[in-house]
């Protein structure tokens, strides 16, 4: 079952600030194999719910830019004008 924008949205936003939490941890704790895998997946999961965002909904970052036909990024509503 495919998220609406806005969960899919908020899903990527909660798993964003999943990794920089667990990234604050890993900076002093850098060996910690618990906390190592729970980094990998978490970012696995956001990795994947971005993906399924920029696909149904267009780029988040300019790295999420895949037209290869036109440079799409500049095509509007630009990312933090979309009504979330």
Not at 8 to 28: A, C, E, G, K, N
Not at 44 to 68: R, V
């Amino acid at each position: 079952m495919q998220m609406n924008r806005i969960d899919l949205m908020r899903r990527v936003q909660m798993l964003s600030f999943v990794l920089v939490d667990v990234s604050l941890y890993l900076d002093t704790h850098p060996t910690d194999k618990a906390g190592l895998n729970f980094f990998n997946k978490y970012n696995t999961l956001y990795q994947s719910a971005k993906e399924e965002y920029e696909k149904n909904y267009g780029p988040l970052t300019i790295a999420g830019t895949n037209d290869t036909n036109s440079w799409s990024w500049i095509d509007e509503p630009w990312p933090w004008q979309r009504e979330v």
